[in-house]
């Protein structure tokens, strides 16, 4: 497994641009370590790797995670990315008793960054994939003291568009509607915005019947017309 890592770390070494590493550092906050990789040169550097590590092929429930859990240890930030982008294949791999895995991704090395793509993207797959554990997880995150785990309760559902638990959605919500938190506000009206594309009744009656914070309503209605009556 350190060979996959240190075999991956070459070829990202060949795509450093030196000059993009302290915008890239800049733009985080300072928080994290960057070796200075684009984007796209990240992902093309991972389709190289992934056809030439036949391994991945193979790899176990148990093997990504183990594989992940060592990208997550690196310094850089850019490994990090790396486990977000091979996700997917380590999801169809994944049984219902893979949460802990998640909570342990989420609340380390935490920013909206990496959050934000494990909750709005990897933890709603996998909780749409496995609905027996749903209530189970969005109640367990709500309550938590974790605020980035709050937040994954709140966005896990951002793809799920007409498909939404709308009860669940609110009971993520609420719990957090007077944090202070920023990000506890951002979340908040994001996942309603997101929302309102599929049912802007629900949004509306919603940001009528709670006193959201000014940043959450003002997400939450950010696409509605400036004249809605509300």
């Known amino acids: 497994m350190k060979n996959l890592i240190e075999?991956?770390?070459?070829?990202?070494?060949?795509?450093?641009?030196?000059?993009?590493?302290?915008?890239?550092e800049a733009y985080m906050k300072n928080h994290f370590q960057f070796m200075g990789i684009t984007s796209p040169a990240r992902k093309e550097v991972l389709k190289t790797f992934s056809l030439e590590s036949a391994e991945l092929k193979e790899f176990?429930?148990?093997?990504?995670?183990?594989f992940f859990?060592?990208?997550?240890?690196?310094?850089?930030?850019?490994?990090?990315?790396?486990?977000?982008?091979?996700?997917?294949?380590?999801?169809?791999?994944f049984s219902s008793d893979e949460l802990p895995f998640f909570t342990h991704l989420i609340s380390t090395k935490s920013w909206w960054d990496t959050v934000?793509?494990?909750?709005?993207?990897?933890?709603?797959?996998?909780?749409?994939?496995?609905?027996?554990?749903?209530?189970?997880?969005?109640?367990?995150?709500a309550a938590?003291?974790?605020?980035?785990?709050?937040r994954s309760a709140i966005i896990c559902q951002l793809k799920y568009g007409k498909?939404?638990?709308?009860?669940?959605?609110?009971?993520?919500?609420?719990?957090?509607?007077?944090?202070?938190?920023?990000?506890?506000?951002?979340?908040i009206g994001w996942a309603l915005r997101q929302y309102a594309k599929h049912d802007s009744t629900w949004v509306f009656d919603?940001?009528?019947?709670?006193?959201?914070?000014?940043?959450?309503?003002?997400?939450?209605?950010?696409?509605?017309?400036?004249?809605?009556?509300?």
């Open 7 to 24: 075999n991956l770390r070459s070829q990202l070494n060949g795509s450093i641009s030196p000059e993009k590493r302290a915008g890239m």
């Open 60 to 66: 176990t429930s148990a093997d990504w995670k183990a």
């Open 69 to 93: 859990y060592l990208l997550w240890e690196q310094p850089e930030r850019e490994f990090q990315y790396c486990a977000l982008d091979l996700f997917p294949r380590a999801l169809k791999t």
């Open 116 to 141: 934000d793509m494990l909750a709005g993207s990897h933890l709603g797959a996998f909780l749409k994939t496995h609905p027996s554990i749903f209530e189970s997880t969005i109640s367990e995150y």
């Open 144 to 150: 938590s003291e974790n605020m980035w785990i709050n």
């Open 163 to 187: 498909n939404t638990q709308t009860d669940w959605l609110e009971f993520s919500i609420l719990p957090h509607l007077h944090s202070k938190e920023f990000f506890h506000q951002k979340a």
């Open 206 to 230: 919603f940001v009528n019947k709670y006193p959201l914070k000014p940043l959450s309503r003002r997400e939450a209605l950010k696409h509605f017309p400036k004249n809605a009556d509300l």
